[in-house]
């Protein structure tokens, strides 16, 4: 994983905990990176693993819940790196539906060795789409959570049901998104 997400992580917690909260994370894991993160570097995604299950402990948090939180205060920082995927006119919609086709297409190129999750996409109807997440690593909570920091971001509303997912022995996360709202920047 990307430094960059390491260096939000780290904020999140400090924002949310305080920095002294933040030391207490490092020495209880003791990540092999000493916690100093380059964005553009790739770092094993063990430790972020370790650094999340570490504060979900301390702070009695439920992992995915936190994860779900995560993405969702992930989503700006991204926006704001990458606002060329951010067409002026753009719909949450059409956002959501260019990720996999659009968005990974370019991560691949900058990245090769990004371990990006399988997206597909069924459009139900003008206000309904259902995805199949699919990724080893299982972070469809992160999706979800950056699903959600669109939706704020572009000052809209969904509602988000996850039918199937992978931590509950499933091969593939079902996800339904119902946009309520769908304005567009």
């Given at each position: 994983?990307?430094?960059?997400?390491?260096q939000a992580f780290a904020k999140f917690v400090e924002e949310n905990f305080g920095d002294e909260f933040?030391?207490?994370?490092?020495?209880?894991?003791?990540?092999?990176?000493?916690?100093?993160?380059?964005?553009?570097?790739?770092?094993?995604?063990?430790?972020?693993?370790?650094?999340?299950?570490?504060?979900?402990?301390?702070?009695e948090l439920d992992i995915l819940d936190a994860v779900e939180s995560f993405g969702q205060y992930l989503?700006?920082?991204?926006?704001?790196?990458?606002?060329?995927?951010?067409?002026?006119?753009?719909?949450?919609?059409?956002?959501?539906?260019?990720?996999?086709?659009?968005?990974?297409?370019?991560?691949?190129?900058?990245?090769?060795?990004?371990?990006?999750?399988?997206?597909?996409?069924?459009?139900?109807?003008?206000?309904?789409?259902?995805?199949?997440?699919?990724?080893?690593?299982?972070?469809?909570?992160?999706?979800?959570?950056?699903?959600?920091?669109?939706?704020?971001?572009?000052?809209g509303e969904i509602s988000i049901n996850e039918s199937q997912c992978m931590h509950m022995g499933s091969?593939?996360?079902?996800?339904?998104?119902?946009?309520?709202?769908?304005?567009?920047?």
């Amino acid at each position: 994983m990307k430094g960059a997400v390491f260096q939000a992580f780290a904020k999140f917690v400090e924002e949310n905990f305080g920095d002294e909260f933040w030391e207490e994370v490092i020495e209880g894991v003791d990540p092999e990176s000493d916690a100093i993160y380059v964005a553009t570097k790739s770092y094993d995604d063990e430790e972020l693993f370790k650094l999340v299950g570490f504060v979900c402990e301390k702070k009695e948090l439920d992992i995915l819940d936190a994860v779900e939180s995560f993405g969702q205060y992930l989503f700006p920082i991204l926006a704001d790196k990458y606002s060329a995927f951010l067409k002026k006119g753009m719909s949450l919609k059409e956002f959501i539906l260019s990720i996999d086709n659009v968005i990974h297409v370019e991560v691949r190129k900058l990245y090769p060795d990004a371990h990006l999750p399988t997206i597909s996409y069924i459009e139900n109807d003008d206000s309904n789409i259902a995805m199949n997440y699919s990724s080893p690593r299982k972070l469809c909570r992160l999706a979800i959570g950056l699903m959600r920091g669109a939706a704020d971001y572009f000052k809209g509303e969904i509602s988000i049901n996850e039918s199937q997912c992978m931590h509950m022995g499933s091969d593939a996360c079902h996800i339904n998104v119902e946009f309520i709202s769908d304005p567009k920047l």
